[in-house]
């Protein structure tokens, strides 16, 4: 059975002809239950309520919950007690020539703190779809770190989905990567319901050869002196592609939010396509938001010089591209992620 699936919609739609409003994915083979590799305590099936997670706005939207369910798979549910301290571990490897979806429920206890560190890999060879949707309910004064890194191989679709509900005081931290696959599509959605809650997420990218990259990031300001940080910095090169939706949207309410959202792309060659779409939607007036988007290529002077000392075109490139990865690298934390992020790195830049 193949589906057909309207994904990362944009809030507020644009002009229909600029193509920016959704990105459609046709054909897509239901995929089976994935079976990670699972380190740190998770939640017993017995007992688990999912209603609180059923009705979690994700990034990509409404189409995926039909992809899971037609998948059968059963989530990784991780409860973190209130007032504890957890650390979680999900690595997923999608086997040669096979299509696979993991679903994660996260319930993070008053007051707790979870890092929840997630990598994605895939044989380089055979390609293949691997979905992974993550739903997080953080109640009160919690602290979610999730860190998701994708590096599945060349040939892959990449599906990555995230949707988070904070209570009063509760924030999460998203930092994420997404350096493989031959198509990416990756959204969140974080609804800031309680007072002073907030979201801060820094996405990294690389896109080369012939990728394509769809983003889309909601930030739902509902609570008041709620508080999000959107932040995107990639490179692009060869004929890669990439869309990045952002919106911030204050809904009434939300009196004292603040929004913020940026970019930072390095177009490394003229047959990439960048495109940006930055939102902000207010229906409150004590709000302040922001965006802003930085669009360069790589410095003439700088390339001169060291081309000057001995080094390629290419070899110039791949040093700038890898430093500007390795910047969100430098926020994960976590000594053993950041070791597989470089080795895939020294693959992709041999």
């Known amino acids: 059975m193949a589906l057909d699936l309207t994904v990362n919609r944009l809030s507020a739609p644009t002009w229909h002809w600029l193509g920016m409003n959704d990105h459609t994915l046709t054909g897509i083979d239901v995929p089976i239950p994935a079976c990670p590799s699972v380190e740190g305590e998770t939640a017993p099936a017995e007992g688990w309520d999912d209603s609180p997670f059923a009705a979690i706005q994700t990034g990509m939207g409404r189409d995926m919950d039909l992809l899971v369910r037609e998948s059968g798979a059963e989530p990784v549910r991780l409860n973190v007690p209130a007032g504890e301290e957890r650390t979680v571990r999900i690595h997923l490897c999608r086997g040669a020539g096979e299509n696979q979806l993991l679903p994660v429920e996260v319930l993070a206890r008053a007051g707790s703190r979870l890092t929840l560190l997630m990598d994605y890999t895939s044989d380089q060879d055979e390609g293949g779809t691997l979905a992974v949707r993550t739903r997080l309910v953080l109640e009160e004064n919690a602290q979610v770190k999730l860190v998701q890194l994708q590096l599945q191989g060349d040939n892959d679709l990449a599906l990555n989905d995230v ?119 207010c229906a409150e007036e004590d709000v302040e938001g922001n965006h802003g988007a930085t669009i360069g290529q790589l410095d003439e002077d700088l390339l001169f010089y060291l081309m000057s000392r001995g080094m390629s075109a290419g070899a110039v490139e791949n040093m700038v591209a890898r430093a500007r990865v390795e910047a969100i690298c430098q926020q994960i934390g976590d000594e053993a992620a950041e070791g597989q992020l470089h080795d895939y790195l020294e693959e992709v830049f041999q």
């Open 163 to 281: 949707g988070a509900v904070c209570a009063d005081g509760a924030k999460l931290r998203l930092v994420q990567l997404f350096l493989g696959a031959a198509e990416t599509c990756s959204g969140c959605c974080a609804a800031l319901d309680g007072k002073k809650s907030a979201l801060e997420a820094d996405t990294g990218y690389l896109g080369r050869n012939r990728q394509h990259i769809d983003f889309n990031y909601v930030a739902l300001h509902r609570g008041k002196g709620s508080k999000s940080e959107l932040r995107a910095s990639g490179v692009l090169r060869d004929a890669a592609r990439k869309l990045l939706r952002g919106t911030i949207d204050f809904q009434k309410g939300a009196a004292g939010a603040e929004g913020d959202e940026r970019e930072e792309v390095l177009l490394l060659n003229e047959g990439v396509v960048n495109q940006t779409v930055p939102l902000i939607l």
